[in-house]
């Protein structure tokens, strides 16, 4: 009789340690399949415990199915207990993120200034939350989003961007990626979907992996072309302010594709309005959204580049088709963000402090966008340059020409320790841009340290 | 020359208010292409405004393309504004959610009692976050989500579920729809998923929404039948307690579907551990990925049902070589759940109210089920019921002998202000249980109010 090492002093208690250590040895093979355990007495006695703590062991070894019993017989090891042998590769550790490398400046596009963010202000609504909800704020959220954050959106997207819709129409989830995943749900993989190219490369991969059929549409100096969408039935567009390149699309060109929308049933054009609120010069553009009058318009914005990245809240407006569409096959999705969240931005939108916040991350970012360009205007590298892109986001594109390649541009800035991005990187494979041109992200450095910066790149450059 | 009413005490600047009404006039093709527009200073002199005024709205329909300019001629109504007509249905509005009914009792599977949740420690920890962390909380989550909360539930995980993984191969997501929809783009949509039936219905529309291929694979008393699999590569299981019958699949059976998914390369087993928390009789079976030798089970738990369904906070563990997969190609995705949440689910975790929570709930749900057998058992319908299901979860299932189909039981049950659930519901369409069988979900229902729950369930059905 084998003899099991039982530990009395253990937090597990004794039975299940004798579970185990029998479970063990079936699944090595030590008891074969067929062979009696012995009974309940004999080991209880051989191992100097109560015959309960045996039984218990059993029971479970019984109830897991490693054992059978025979009435009057005793236990038997089951017999058809095939253990998988392990896996013969050695699994090695993943890295979980490539390391950082270290530049002096990096003017990456995709960052925001966190210190802009008013965290007092949103850490006393979160506390305030806390307690005028309480525990209501276990309860599961509505699908489509809480009906107060729906309010506060339909209010702020008729007070600042001019959009009529109704709150019905908002569809709240976890980042515009999940919205994404949505969206492709309900208007189908069967279709041919347009992006733009240049543009957000991200977007190609989202759609592929989502098993969409995409299609690369070139721009010209109004934006997307109208007349190259061919068989494509919806199209992806950021008309208030191209990504990357700036361009924002005037109204005929906007009236052109709504005009194609309307051809044909079925026709969509999704609207990225993801940084509208980031414009130094004029008035913002008024959306596509706002000139619908067809419902072709899907309206999609996220309050990562507003806000903060880890507020994973982003937004569509759905046309009344596709509304009803989505109500009849997509209900069943559980809601994508934590209600206190919701809760905690609705609070903040209405309260003002939103409005508020962007004001004044305006004027930081106004302060950064003048800083840079001074230094750029100043520098001797100005001759080289021409600046575009500056009306309105958190990047400007700088055509260089002094005779270099956008590879050797990029490399020569790396070794003087500033990170600059090839706009090259935004175009869809195969295609590329005509001129060696660096995006600047100016949003995550400051003000008086352009100057520096920009001396780097004259180094590098010149 | 048109006349505009210019509002001087409104909040909308002249200028706005001038250049919407001109816009307006345009799209309603009064003012139609090529017209040209009056000069500045006639329009001024006309609308007793300042010159200053008319420049800066007829600037803004310049930029925005409503209108184009020649030096010394003025501005002309642009040419090809085509404005789509305003389509023709009226967009009526749509419901948001169907109305509930109202019954007396209702005895539905998918609730748990948010009064068991220690709201005030959750909101105390909350606050505990936003000052510790402040505006760190702000900066990206990592897009497998925070290193906090995957050691807390790595550490949960080897704890009480006796399941060694490390953290770096937990993904968490918001909530295991979010996760499937990943999954599938992971494992491929080319591949054939095999799904329990019955089982949880919302899974066959998750995976058709994702365009994934499902086969519905019937059950025996062990669970689902391994030797049906056929040309499925992947399956769904809930081995630790079957949704919706409750069973448990004994060691035999999981070796079985272990021994399957090792007889090919990749084929994997998608375990989805649900409710293991909530387990009555002995300590819980082990899970399929404790017994996992070579890695091919893809672990799958959510929050929703151990606290409480507004966290949309889910996860999965990864198989190594999937866990390469997923870094090569989804690393692009952004995390899915709020920051703050991440880091208060981690202090959750970490501090013992987790378990403290499940082991009061465990016992207050038991109360209730020992309340519900009760009640049954001493009913005059105790014969002609057959019980099953009482070992672990949220619900029993109830087999009614008394010559009535499932259909007339449930409706009978309405009549008498009692809304029970028909297991044929949780059938893929085409196949049916065997016998007339209600779900009854007992976690929202108070103890002392079974009683005359059963009492009504006796009046319609005897």
New interface residues.
């Given amino acids: 009789m084998r003899t099991y090492m039982l530990d009395p002093a253990s937090r597990t208690p004794l039975y299940?340690q004798l579970y185990r250590l029998i479970r063990q040895d079936i699944s090595a093979g030590i008891l074969p399949g067929g062979e009696r355990l012995p009974s309940k007495r004999r080991l209880a006695q051989h191992l100097k415990i109560s015959q309960i703590t045996v039984e218990t062991a059993y029971?479970?070894l019984l109830?897991?199915?490693?054992v059978t019993s025979a009435p009057r017989r005793g236990y038997f090891v089951?017999r058809?207990?095939?253990?998988?042998?392990?896996?013969s590769?050695v699994?090695?550790?993943?890295q979980?993120?490539p390391a950082e490398s270290c530049f002096l400046f990096d003017f990456k596009t995709n960052i925001v200034d966190?210190?802009c963010?008013p965290?007092s202000t949103w850490?006393r609504l979160?506390?305030a939350v806390?307690?005028d909800y309480?525990?209501r704020?276990?309860?599961?959220?509505?699908p489509?989003g809480e009906a107060e954050l729906r309010e506060a959106i339909r209010s702020y997207l008729l007070a600042f961007r001019g959009i009529e819709v109704?709150a019905?129409q908002i569809v709240v989830g976890?980042?515009s990626?999940?919205l994404l995943?949505l969206l492709i749900?309900l208007l189908g993989?069967d279709r041919v979907y347009a992006l733009e190219n240049p543009g957000y490369q991200?977007l190609y991969?989202?759609f592929e992996?989502?098993?969409a059929t995409v299609r690369a549409i070139a721009l010209d100096s109004k934006g997307l072309r109208a007349d190259l969408l061919g068989d494509a039935s919806a199209v992806y567009l950021t008309p208030s302010h191209h990504f990357p390149t700036g361009v924002?699309m005037?109204?005929?060109?906007?009236?052109?594709l709504?005009?194609w929308?309307?051809e044909q049933p079925g026709r969509y054009l999704i609207e990225d309005d993801y940084d509208s609120e980031f414009r130094y010069a004029?008035?913002p553009?008024?959306a596509l959204k706002e000139?619908d009058?067809?419902?072709r318009v899907i309206y999609l914005n996220t309050f990562?580049k507003s806000l903060?990245?880890?507020?994973?809240?982003g937004y569509m407006v759905l046309p009344?088709?596709l509304?009803?569409e989505y109500?009849r096959?997509?209900?069943?999705?559980?809601?994508?963000?934590?209600?206190?969240?919701q809760h905690t931005l609705a609070r903040f939108l209405e309260s003002g402090a939103f409005e508020r916040h962007i004001s004044r991350s305006r004027n930081v970012y106004k302060g950064r966008l003048d800083a840079l360009l001074e230094a750029l205007r100043q520098s001797p590298l100005a001759p080289f340059l021409e600046i575009r892109g500056i009306e309105a986001g958190l990047h400007i594109l700088i055509r260089v020409k002094n005779g270099l390649r956008e590879e050797e541009l990029v490399r020569l800035a790396a070794e003087n320790g500033v990170r600059v991005y090839g706009l090259s990187a935004y175009y869809a494979p195969g295609s590329r841009p005509e001129s060696a041109t660096m995006l600047l992200g100016y949003a995550g450095i400051a003000s008086e340290r352009f100057q520096e910066a920009v001396g780097l790149l004259c180094k590098a450059w010149l």
Same sequence: chains 1, 2.
Avoid: C, W
């Fill in positions: 299940e029971g479970q109830a897991e199915g490693y089951q058809d207990l095939a253990v998988p042998p392990r896996a590769f699994p090695r550790p993943v979980e993120r966190t210190d963010f965290f850490a979160s506390r806390l307690t309480a525990d704020l276990l309860l599961e959220a509505a489509q109704s019905g976890a980042g990626e999940y995943h749900q993989r991200k991969q989202i992996a989502n098993g924002v005037p109204v005929p060109r906007r009236m052109q709504l005009q929308a309307a004029s008035r553009i008024p000139l009058r067809q419902e990562a903060a990245p880890s507020l994973r809240i009344e088709p509304l009803a109500r096959r997509y209900s069943l999705y559980a809601a994508s963000v934590p209600t206190f969240e």
